[in-house]
C-alpha cells in the first residue's frame, strides 16, 4: 500500500509539472507538482526502508531444541557479537 500511496503522489506531481499549462493567478502549478514528485520519492524511501527492517527475523536453535524466532537479536554465543560474555 505503501508503494501504491507514493507512486500515485509521484504520478500527480509529474502530471502538474510536465502536463498542465495553465496555472491560476498567484498558485505555480509547477512547483507543487515537483514538490508532489519529491514527496512520493521520500515516501517510497521510507516505506522501503520500513519493509526491509520488518522482514528481518532471526531463527535461534538452542541447544536444548527449542526454536525461538525473535526480530533483529544476535545468538548469546554469538563471537561477532560484541555485548556477548560482557556480564
Known amino acids: 500500500m505503501r508503494f501504491a ?7 500527480l506531481g509529474a502530471i502538474l509539472t510536465f502536463a498542465v ?7 505555480n502549478i509547477h ?7 519529491l514527496v512520493g520519492i521520500v515516501g517510497m524511501a521510507i ?10 527475523t ?3 536453535y538452542t541447544d ?9 537479536t544476535p545468538r ?6 560484541p555485548m556477548a560474555g560482557s556480564e
Do not use: C
Not at 5 to 11: D, E, G, K, R
Not at 21 to 27: L, N
Not at 64 to 72: A, C, I, R, S
Open 5 to 11: 500511496v507514493s507512486l500515485f503522489v509521484i504520478a
Open 21 to 27: 499549462r495553465h496555472s491560476p493567478s498567484g498558485v
Open 31 to 37: 512547483v507543487i507538482g515537483l514538490i508532489l514528485m
Open 47 to 56: 516505506g522501503y526502508k520500513l519493509y526491509k527492517t520488518r522482514r528481518r
Open 58 to 60: 532471526d531463527i535461534i
Open 64 to 72: 536444548d531444541g527449542k526454536v525461538v524466532l525473535e526480530p533483529n
Open 76 to 81: 548469546p554465543e554469538d563471537p561477532l557479537d
